[in-house]
């Protein structure tokens, strides 16, 4: 069993940064695949990055690529996500997810993750 716990949210301003953390609780974070997804007020859950278990590969939705920086921290069961040349449109819920499944490409689909956690709330103003 894994707990997500996501911190780093809060208020910012288009063209500016904020960083998300999101700790894990549990001795078996290093082999997970971690995730990043957002969801927006009337939107559906969309998918913003993922990383794999040892950092190796990464990926992005086309949204957030050049703007976002997903990286971990296995010694301290953190996974971050780095948001810079923040727009308006990135105002969203974001919750961290994390699979056991060993992939080799980590996925963009919510359906890959069995853990999630309860979300940050990052608003952007303009």
């Known amino acids: 069993q894994v707990q997500l716990v996501e911190s780093g949210g809060g208020l910012g301003q288009a063209g500016g940064s904020l960083r998300l953390s999101c700790a894990a609780s549990?001795?078996?974070?290093?082999?997970?695949?971690m995730g990043w997804f957002r969801q927006a007020p009337g939107k559906e859950r969309e998918f913003v990055a993922a990383?794999?278990?040892?950092?190796?590969?990464?990926i992005y939705a086309d949204s957030v690529k050049g703007r976002f920086t997903i990286a971990r921290d296995n010694a301290k069961n953190t996974v971050y996500l780095q948001m810079t040349s923040l727009k308006p449109e990135d105002t969203a819920v974001y919750y961290c997810?994390?699979?056991?499944?060993?992939?080799?490409?980590?996925?963009?689909?919510?359906?890959?993750?069995?853990?999630w956690g309860q979300g940050t709330q990052v608003t952007v103003s303009s």
């Open positions: 549990g001795r078996t974070f290093s082999s997970y695949a």
């Open positions: 997810a994390a699979t056991s499944r060993r992939v080799i490409i980590p996925s963009g689909h919510g359906g890959a993750y069995e853990y």
């Open positions: 990383i794999t278990w040892s950092g190796g590969i990464t």
